[in-house]
């Protein structure tokens, strides 16, 4: 039975969407209507807490809130500097030469370059 009356409902045009995009993906209907339909009962209600807290409080601003609870994916850049980060190279000393000076170069410039990249 469903409550077409509660405030977080998706209208009908919405719903037909949804089937037709997962008829077209080829994926059980059940799962993706349900699937979008908690997404979009989440994004209405952030919605409606964001309103609320521009028109209550003023002092919060709800992008910060927006922020904070859907964050976005992080970017490639930050993808590939965090594996880099985690793949540190340690210089390995044998008989007073470090026999990864030149991995430690290599490791550096690709560093560097990414660091240049914008977001």
Do not use: V
């Not at 209208?11 to 994926?27: C, D, F, H, S, V």
């Amino acid at each position: 039975m469903t409550d077409n009356n509660h405030p977080i409902t998706p209208p009908p045009e919405l719903i037909r969407q949804w089937n037709t995009e997962a008829a077209y993906a080829k994926i059980s209907d059940q799962r993706y209507i349900a699937t979008q339909a908690a997404r979009w009962g989440a994004d209405t209600e952030m919605e409606a807490c964001c309103e609320w807290l521009e028109g209550e409080i003023g002092a919060i601003d709800p992008n910060d809130l927006r922020a904070a609870r859907r964050p976005k994916p992080p970017s490639l850049k930050a993808q590939a500097l965090e594996t880099l980060r985690s793949m540190q190279i340690e210089p390995c000393w044998i008989n007073g030469i470090n026999t990864n000076a030149e991995l430690m170069s290599k490791y550096d410039t690709i560093r560097r370059a990414l660091e240049q990249l914008d977001d």
